[in-house]
């Protein structure tokens, strides 16, 4: 049924194709002949900004609604939905190197030098998106905390200074991970039961490695201290001070309470409270595995175009996306979580009481 009957709605209006596609005005035509592979890397460009607006639009309405004290079943729902939307448009932006990467070192060295000193670090969505998902000054690499607003305008300085001010996804998860209610319940204490599980599930290891015979003393030795140093991670997530030790020296993002939180969702997924929650942990780690696909693709196409060449932006080009990598990543903590998994066979028994409470429908 037709509703606009105000004022119909014409295609090329509604898109508003005239300002879209008149946009594309290549440097080069200003100093001669024009490089034919400028309108490519312009528009390259332009629909990765598009996309990185679409990509806010659904982080800022996820932010939203972990704003509230409470979030509702039905809300998760909405997240989950919405975070998977944002895994969709990655995958199509991580694609999207292969079409830019059809232009040859040569085909770009026409236009580059008229760029100076424009370059992808004055993005300001890029940042946008990097800051509200949990990437704030602190958490960079060096070189990121010093020219991270060098290279930007007042304004756009301005303006992100005060968007670093705001709660980021990763915070607000945080928060509310840290509300898991089902920790303790009545007589139920279940990190006294996790440390028992564990401590069986460590003795279990070693007695398997030293009673290998194919391998050598000292090997033996380095695979007994990797367990005593996954021994002493499982003592921290116990021992709140030990826990802010190994924090404040960068081994941990979350707070104790909110890796409590979501290494319990994680242990009982398959309890139908947890569906939900489970699968936002997972669409996060999406977000942050996707977003370090395309930094070490975007590496290697700089790789490929200007060698070891520094970039227009006055960064050393290959060297420093590639160690943006690793470093800059927000959401480890739960590409870790499977450091403390237990297998199904040793994980605590729920109280029948609780069993219920995590249930929708009552069972025997």
């Not at 606009?4 to 898109?15: F, P, S, V």
């Not at 199509?92 to 830019?100: A, E, S, T, Y």
């Not at 303790?184 to 007695?207: H, N, P, Q, R, V």
């Not at 947890?274 to 930094?295: A, C, K, S, V, Y």
Request: proline share 3%.
């Amino acid at each position: 049924m037709q509703k606009n009957k105000r004022k119909l709605c014409y295609y090329g209006d509604y898109l508003h194709l005239d300002k879209v596609l008149s946009a594309q005005e290549p440097e080069s035509r200003n100093y001669g002949a024009e490089a034919h592979d400028e309108t490519l890397f312009i528009i390259t460009h332009q629909a990765y900004e598009l996309w990185f607006k679409q990509i806010l639009h659904e982080v800022k309405s996820v932010i939203d609604i972990f704003s509230d004290d409470s979030v509702k079943d039905q809300h998760l729902t909405k997240v989950v939905h919405r975070l998977n939307r944002v895994t969709v448009i990655q995958n199509l932006l991580n694609q999207q190197i292969d079409v830019i990467e059809t232009m040859t070192p040569q085909d770009f060295m026409s236009f580059r030098d008229f760029l100076v000193p424009a370059s992808g670090f004055q993005s300001i969505q890029f940042k946008m998106m990097e800051i509200s998902l949990g990437l704030k000054s602190e958490y960079r690499i060096d070189f990121d905390k010093e020219s991270f607003y060098s290279r930007l305008n007042k304004p756009d300085q301005d303006f992100l200074i005060d968007l670093e001010k705001q709660s980021s996804l990763f915070e607000l998860v945080d928060k509310w991970l840290s509300r898991m209610p089902f920790l303790e319940f009545g007589e139920f204490k279940f990190w006294e039961l996790y440390k028992e599980a564990t401590d069986k599930m460590s003795e279990k290891d070693i007695a398997i490695v030293k009673s290998i015979e194919n391998i050598t003393e000292h090997d033996k030795a380095v695979q007994l201290k990797d367990i005593e140093a996954t021994r002493e991670k499982y003592a921290a997530l116990i021992d709140p001070d030990k826990y802010e030790a190994l924090r404040s020296d960068g081994a941990f993002r979350l707070s104790r309470n909110g890796m409590l939180g979501a290494l319990f969702i994680n242990l009982y997924q398959h309890e139908p409270v947890f569906n939900l929650p489970f699968q936002l942990l997972r669409r996060l780690m999406d977000i942050d595995e996707l977003l370090t696909i395309w930094r070490y693709k975007h590496s290697v196409m700089v790789q490929r175009m200007l060698g070891s060449k520094i970039g227009t932006g006055g960064s050393s080009g290959h060297d420093y996306l590639k160690r943006t990598t690793e470093k800059n990543r927000i959401f480890t903590d739960l590409f870790h979580m499977a450091t403390f998994m237990l297998p199904p066979e040793d994980l605590p028994t729920l109280p029948a009481d609780l069993k219920r409470v995590l249930r929708f429908c009552e069972v025997d």
